[in-house]
């Protein structure tokens, strides 16, 4: 690879992302184990003619990448402590998770979305508050017997998320941010909710049908029910944080461990990764060992172990609302045009 490499052709893809209103703006960073080799950023925090441009220290909403970046990462530390195992059954946690066709479900279900529970349910509608929503989960009818099928659930990470909470007796955001401490920088943006601090960076998401942005505020209405704290959204950062804990993963030896297969059938689905699939959003040139998510807002994150690289994907496809389309088709393009770029 040719740390040097101009990265034409992944500029191209932005800007193109950029001119069809895929999202008004978006921030990549490239990088090794051994630290970051690249950051492009093109567009604007909005489309308003006066909307800042977008940088390196732009704050995005980084939805589903907290299921790996935080959720999974501080599993990490549950499993090494000892604390949890993935054998635990989820009722040893939650004593509402009740019923005989739930006795077998385990934190691997649901770090395997192969538990049983749907992929999602509007619980802010008529629930708020972790008490009231976890009982909500726990009521929620199985849709298939455990371990028979994948199905990629919010509702399994939220329950999960729970769980650690109930094992660890503290809260998710403060079990991420001594994480985050020890284990990569406390001063690295990326947490739960945003600080005001941080509010002239933060990329709008999206504006409701009443006219509020949803600016620094979660995009996913569930984590929103949870006060912005919750297993499957809530996390936000910049791109250079993402990288930085890419670069985590990347030398832990939980990675093999977590982004191992599982047996479920027709699963691609890992603990909490998901894997290198011909259809997956990081394109047709990646390893087939490679390692990824993504997050409703516009967001990715893709190791490739054998190529020693990481792609973070930062964008605010969801503004101004989440009917746009094209995010899937720019992913992948973003992340062939990295490899053409870097080993051309």
């Not at 790996?68 to 599993?75: E, G, P, R, S």
């Not at 959003?281 to 409703?296: D, E, I, K, Y």
Request: aromatic residues 8%; negative net charge.
């Amino acid at each position: 690879m040719n740390p040097a490499a101009p990265l034409s052709l992944t500029a191209a893809v932005l800007e193109r992302g950029i001119a069809d209103r895929v999202f008004p703006g978006a921030v990549v960073e490239i990088g090794r184990r051994e630290g970051p080799i690249a950051t492009l950023a093109r567009g604007t925090l909005t489309y308003a003619p006066d909307a800042p441009p977008a940088g390196a220290d732009t704050i995005y909403d980084l939805a589903s990448l907290t299921k790996i970046l935080a959720t999974a990462t501080v599993m990490v530390s549950e499993f090494d402590s000892g604390r949890m195992r993935l054998d635990d059954r989820v009722r040893h946690f939650i004593p509402s998770w009740t019923g005989e066709e739930r006795q077998i479900v385990t934190i691997q279900d649901l770090l395997e979305h192969s538990s049983g529970l749907p992929a999602h349910r509007p619980y802010y509608k008529w629930r708020q508050g972790r008490a009231s929503v976890e009982l909500a989960i726990c009521e929620e009818p199985l849709e298939y017997a455990a371990r028979t099928r994948s199905v990629y659930s919010d509702a399994g990470f939220i329950l999960l998320g729970f769980c650690i909470e109930h094992a660890a007796k503290t809260t998710l955001d403060r079990l991420f941010d001594d994480w985050r401490r020890a284990a990569i920088n406390d001063d690295v943006e990326i947490r739960f909710g945003t600080d005001a601090a941080w509010y002239d960076r933060v990329a709008s998401s999206e504006v409701r049908d009443d006219g509020d942005d949803r600016r620094g505020i979660v995009h996913d209405e569930n984590a929103a029910a949870l006060d912005g704290v919750a297993g499957h959204a809530g996390l936000f950062g910049t791109a250079a944080a993402v990288g930085a804990c890419a670069r985590w993963w990347m030398a832990s030896s939980a990675l093999p461990r977590f982004s191992q297969r599982s047996l479920v059938p027709g699963s691609s689905r890992g603990l909490g990764w998901d894997t290198m699939l011909l259809t997956s959003s990081c394109g047709t040139r990646l390893s087939p060992q490679a390692v990824g998510h993504t997050g409703f807002t516009g967001t990715s994150l893709w190791i490739d172990p054998p190529r020693n690289l990481y792609v973070a994907f930062l964008s605010n496809r969801v503004h101004p609302t989440r009917a746009g389309e094209g995010i899937q088709s720019a992913r992948r393009a973003l992340h062939d045009a990295v490899i053409l770029d870097l080993e051309s």
